[in-house]
Nanobody, 123 residues
Framework: QVQLVESGGGSVEAGGSLKLTCAVSGMPTDVLSMCWFRQAPGKSRDNVASVDTDGDPFYGSFVERRFTVAKDNDKNTLNLQMNSLRPEDNAIYYC?????????????????WGQGIQVTVSS
């Protein structure tokens, strides 16, 4: 059984940084393509950043080089370093994974999900 557990969320002021970690159990991350999604109240669940099985990253246009996503296959984790955070980054962030190489897919295409973690950025 594949399980994803997010950690590292919290509250920061605008311009601050947070690092999210998604710990994976039940399957090695090198066979998974993985993605961070986020969902603000009343809004859709949107892709933030993803990594395919080759380790290649993909980002949403709103990231504007502020975030860095990477898998650590030795630790079986997916990390998201977020810098220069803005109030509009306020959301619950979810880690998702799927078996297969393709990345940057719709939420419905991901088989495994974490429970989500809150990120709050104050102005």
């Amino acid at each position: 059984q594949v399980q994803l557990v997010e950690s590292g969320g919290g509250s920061v002021e605008a311009g601050g940084s947070l690092k999210l970690t998604c710990a994976v159990s039940g399957m090695p991350t090198d066979v998974l393509s993985m993605c961070w999604f986020r969902q603000a109240p009343g809004k859709s669940r949107d892709n933030v950043a993803s990594v395919d099985t080759d380790g290649d990253p993909f980002y949403g246009s709103f990231v504007e080089r502020r975030f860095t996503v990477a898998k650590d296959n030795d630790k079986n984790t997916l990390n998201l370093q977020m810098n220069s955070l803005r109030p509009e980054d306020n959301a619950i962030y979810y880690c998702a994974a799927r078996e297969g190489s393709a990345a940057w897919l719709d939420a419905a295409d991901y088989e495994y999900w974490g429970q989500g973690i809150q990120v709050t950025v104050s102005s």
